[in-house]
């Protein structure tokens, strides 16, 4: 599985942005998709999440009501989601990863993007 993200880049408080992930290789039966953020010295958080076979959508409360994530399609060997970010705060400021996670038979596996900054300033 690969996963490849695009998007991001530099927005003023109260802009949007928006990232693309796309992971070639995968299947229908993905366990979830979605968006980590990090800022150096933190941990990675969960931004935002997709529940495979579902239309269930889980996010931090940072972001509820500011950001959206949507599933553009699951045809084939390719999985793609958006996440639109609306009303940035400079706390955005991080960089942003993808994360696809399945099942190797009864492991669960994670694959990651290599990150995309976003960068909130006046």
């Known amino acids: 599985v690969q996963v490849v993200e695009s998007g991001g880049g530099l927005a003023r408080p109260g802009g949007s942005l928006r990232l693309s992930c796309a992971a070639s290789?995968?299947?229908?039966?993905?366990?979830?998709m979605g968006w980590y953020r990090q800022v150096p010295g933190k941990e990675r958080e969960l931004v935002a999440n997709?529940?495979?076979?579902?239309?269930?959508?889980?996010?931090?409360d940072s972001v509820k009501d500011r950001f959206t994530i949507s599933t553009i399609s699951r045809d084939g060997a390719t999985s793609m989601v958006n996440l639109q970010m609306n009303s940035l705060k400079v706390d955005d400021t991080a960089v942003y990863y993808c994360?696809?996670?399945?099942?190797?038979?009864?492991?669960?596996?994670?694959?990651w993007g290599q990150g995309t900054q976003v960068t909130v300033t006046v």
């Open positions: 997709t529940i495979s076979t579902t239309s269930y959508a889980n996010y931090a």
């Open positions: 994360n696809y996670r399945t099942y190797i038979g009864t492991t669960l596996m994670d694959y």
């Open positions: 290789g995968s299947s229908n039966s993905f366990a979830s």
